[in-house]
């Protein structure tokens, strides 16, 4: 089947697509007409990946999203389900297309849940330029883009390396501005055909490397991301000390602690984990020092919030439950964070011990730590030689 056809359009610039829903709050159905502006990758904001998606220039306000879209026949094409807001921008609105709702539907069948969209694992960069081109031994009619980074949690990882030029994927050629063909006369950005596939997949890659042509197979896969976009409904996780409240960084997180424009107030070094930061281990996270909360053993520190913590009593910090484990097994005088921006906060460890519970008490915490931690058996304040049983 045609795309074109897939997605209901068969000329999908001229198409009229009421969106049907209840915005702001209506009690009767609205109907609000418009055409396709273009069929392009895109950013979902809710899913934080780029897919396939409908540009139209009919309104979608607060209430259309999750309503149907259809074509002019009568058919449903697609679901509304965000809008391009700004001063500038006006009746710029996206359509999730039937292709991705099948996949989704289709995934959800095939594996009883949903395992999202596959990706190819790498960071990749335009080979538009002919000196970097010729620098990588590139014939002048040769094209393709260039590996700046491998995921090392991908499986791709154990195909691809750094400075590989990857010229075709599944025997489609990609060219030097990332895209393929796509549609009559079209290009589109070539990780739609990897959006196309499932978590497990395997795809053929025709890639350049050191001046050589390889052809290499691996499997697409859900690779880790160091700064999750989302925490699957699950508690976020925490870990309290003294008066020292520890965390994960996710962008839930930062929404909650920095507003709707967190990508541009939050702090500049956990911005630059989460947009260029790569995970080294599938289990890594960022931990940060979330906030002090008062007590005599942390007097001093108040003032540190929201800064990761990179080692603990000489340790690198390789996530919150690792952190929590080294806290427990604390055998020294002191308990040392080494914090970004070398920042330092030195506890005593047998006040911080005492100091505690008395937090818990004093600040109404149910719990020091979050039901993941819990969970796996961790113990915390551990028990005093008195209270353990013989």
């Known amino acids: 089947m045609h ?3 897939s997605v209901g359009l068969s000329d ?13 709050g209506g009690d009767t159905i609205s109907v609000t007409a418009g055409v396709v502006s273009r069929i392009e990758v895109t950013d979902y904001t809710h899913g934080s990946t780029d897919l396939l998606a409908i540009q139209i220039d009919a309104a979608i306000n607060g209430g259309n999203s999750g309503g149907p879209v259809f074509n002019a026949a009568g058919e449903c094409c697609g679901i509304a389900f965000q809008a391009l807001v700004g001063d500038s921008v006006e009746n710029v609105g996206y ?20 395992t999202g969209f596959p990706a190819l694992g790498i960071r990749w960069q335009r080979l538009e330029s002919d000196a970097l081109k010729r620098a990588f031994g590139m014939a002048p009619e040769q094209k393709g883009v260039l590996v700046r980074s491998v995921n090392p949690t991908s499986h791709a990882a154990s195909a691809l390396r750094r400075d590989d030029v990857v010229m075709a994927f599944d025997d489609v050629a990609v060219a030097s501005d990332g895209t393929v063909p796509f549609r009559t006369g079209e290009r ?19 890639v ?8 290499l197979e691996t499997r697409l896969s859900r ?10 409904n699950k508690d976020p996780g925490y870990f309290i000390v003294a008066g020292l409240v520890f965390t994960t960084v996710n962008e839930p997180y930062l929404l909650s602690e920095y507003g709707a424009n967190y990508m541009t107030d939050a702090p500049v070094k956990l911005l630059e984990r989460m947009f260029h930061g790569t995970p080294q281990f599938p289990d890594e996270e960022v931990v940060v020092l979330s906030q002090v909360l008062a007590c005599d053993a942390t007097l001093g520190y108040e003032d540190i919030y929201n800064v990761q913590v990179q ?3 000489g340790t690198t910090v390789r996530n919150l439950k690792h952190l929590a484990e080294l806290v427990a097994a604390c055998s020294e005088k002191y308990m040392r964070f080494e914090m970004e921006y070398n920042e330092l906060v030195v506890l005593e460890t047998p006040e911080a011990l005492a100091a505690t519970p008395d937090v818990m008490e004093s600040h109404s915490v149910p719990h020091l730590m979050s039901k993941d931690l819990r969970d796996s058996g961790l113990v915390w304040p551990p028990k005093s030689p008195k209270n353990r049983k013989k």
């Open 223 to 232: 690779p880790h991301s160091l700064v999750p976009p989302h925490i699957n």
């Open 311 to 313: 080692r603990f009593n």
């Open 208 to 215: 350049l490397r050191e001046g050589k042509e390889l052809e």
């Open 12 to 24: 999908p610039l001229l198409l009229c697509h009421p969106v049907h829903r209840y915005p702001i």
């Open 188 to 206: 589109i950005a070539f990780s739609y055909l990897i959006s196309t596939k499932y978590v497990g997949d395997v795809c053929k890659l025709k």
């Open 3 to 5: 795309l074109c056809d």
């Open 95 to 114: 359509v999730i297309p039937t292709p991705v709702i099948q996949h989704f539907l289709v995934d959800y069948q095939r594996t009883g849940g949903f």
